[in-house]
């Protein structure tokens, strides 16, 4: 047998204290050894025969968000329920919606429940009949019971809430997440071992200049490395997902030779609109889609000489061959603030700045719309923007840019799809192929400005522009699928989230 190494003693003698049996926390804690330290020593112990490992596996569960929402109100199927009752234990299916107060999704999900936990019964006019008031289920005693602990390992949960966990489970209500527990034990030949007694001469792990000259290392209890035991697990500090990746986009825009550019948050509706040809009726400038500022309510508008020009083209084309929009242009409208709602407002006033080619820039930054939050929308986003200006560039640059891009991010299969956008013409979209997700997903827009926008600014050059929002491609790329997690700050998932996907 091999000698024991000084922790592997160290081990063996606390578990002597301790009847023989204990589990790995309580050795750590007992020996002020690390936890690496004692794992590796039990692991080496066991492989001597020495002691036992018991392992047990321990599952922990936690309530996701969406079953955090749950224990904050009710299923929504009881919450069905209960509107049924109330209603007199009888009313048609879209009587419940309307009493109900739930989304449409909430809405849906309750009623199958509803009829799997046969709660219901429907005829065929669609008119549902409570069968009784049904008591509180395993499950709803489960949310409760997480909630309260926040964390529940489901192995000291008594049996019958076990289905339960199924079912929250099966719902996707719940994270999950198996560890092992161990336990050592000591076994004869350990007993013996202890009864002669160890030596405790002490172990050199660090072999010296002084060691080596003197030829005492022959002599000395050098300890030996075991190279393939598990270290423990380590959270090195890092950047966050999301800044990870706007930084790669950034620099694939500087590799391909573009220069960045900032606009900012709070911008004139001239800048987001109007000088983008988009006509003050438009219903993107709907307070339901911008976020207009209550104070100051109006800012400043550029020099007479482009005010004019554009808005003359919004009226009657100007000079720019368009027939524009034949209504009565509003400066005071022009002037109103806005939270910018795209990365374009940036571009705009960039090209108002830098008329002669050529030119390529680009942004990745936030922008804002008055949007509902839920997985797929968030208030505050990104966008990431590029534009070219040059002479005689044309759409087939635009697309052959675009695939480089999109290459540069693994994204080998484009696609691009006639579109439309008020600034530009033609306009395209583009669709990439997600291998992961076997799917096509639409990503950015483009298209090149129309003369409606460039001849107010006097730009003589084609621009090609394209742009679109960034969480989504970070979506993709880190397989989340709820875009609130982006900015949770969860700090499991951004420990779980590897550096190099
Ligand atoms: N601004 C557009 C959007 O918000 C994207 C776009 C940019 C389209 C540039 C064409 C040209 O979706």
Redesign the pocket.
Known sequence: MDRLRKNEKRTLLVLKGISGKGSVDQIVEISGLAHSAVMRAALSLSKKKIVIINEQKQTYIELNSEGKSYARTELPERKLIMTLIQLGGKAPLDTIRENADLGEKAFRIGLGWLHQKNWVKEDEEKILRAINIPSKGIDEELISIIDEKDVVIVEDLKYDLHRAVLMLKRRKLLNVEEKVSRELELISTGWELLKKGLETSEEISKLTPELIRTRKWREIDLRRFDLVVPGPITYPGKIHPVKRIIQRIKEIFIEMGFTEIRGPIVETAFWNFDALFQPQDHPARDMQDTFYLKNPTHGKLPKEEILNAVGKTHENGWKTGSSGWGYKWSRREARSLVLR????AA?IRYLAKHKKPPRKVFSVDRVYRNEKLDYKHLAEFH?I?GIIMDKNVTLRDLMGTLKEFYMKLGLEKVQFWPSY?P??EP?VQSTVYVPEHKTWVEL????MFRPEVLAPLGIKNPVL????GLERLIMLELGVDDIRLLYKNDLNWIRRTPICQ
């Open positions: 709602t795209h990365t374009t571009t966008q923007e956008f600034y530009t306009s950015c827009g483009m298209g522009a394209w742009g679109g």
